[in-house]
């Protein structure tokens, strides 16, 4: 899988330390989050730019072949499950996170084929909104 440069806040990696902390089971979305995690430059929620995904940022992405747009929040797995909500524990998910505009990440599907997807915009960012309590 391709894995680009990635930024996360502080305050991110602590929530999302903590839940992967209160999983009973530990499967390949808990990990792959764990690698993402390791692997992050980590900046104070203030100094975070406006162009990187942060948990609760809502995206444009577009899949490269089709050219397809996708509109998705990236939220924690309570959260998830309405159309558009992408979970932090799914492959996309966790490869959401920290990425910048223009950034590209490789998809696995469920049906095993791998799409490149393109972030294309940050709709919402909680950081730049000044929300910090999501």
């Known amino acids: 899988m391709n894995a680009p440069a990635i930024t996360i806040t502080?305050?991110?990696?602590?929530?999302?330390?903590?839940?992967?902390?209160?999983?009973e089971d530990f499967g390949p979305g808990a990990q792959a989050l764990e690698a993402e995690l390791a692997r992050a430059q980590v900046v104070g929620h203030d100094e975070v730019p406006a162009g990187v995904v942060t948990m609760n940022s809502r995206v444009v992405c577009r899949e490269e072949s089709s050219g397809k747009e996708y509109h998705l929040t990236l939220v924690y797995p309570d959260d998830a499950g309405s159309e558009g909500t992408v979970?932090?524990?799914?492959?996309?998910?966790s490869a959401l996170l920290g990425l910048s505009v223009g950034q590209h990440i490789d998809w696995p599907t469920p049906?095993?084929?791998?799409?490149?997807l393109t972030l294309l915009a940050v709709e919402y960012q909680p950081e730049a909104a000044g929300a910090y309590s999501l």
Do not use: C
Request: hydrophobic share 50%.
């Open 111 to 116: 049906a095993g084929k791998l799409i490149q």
């Open 87 to 93: 979970s932090i524990l799914a492959p996309v998910g």
């Open 10 to 23: 502080r305050l991110d990696l602590q929530r999302l330390e903590r839940l992967l902390d209160s999983l």
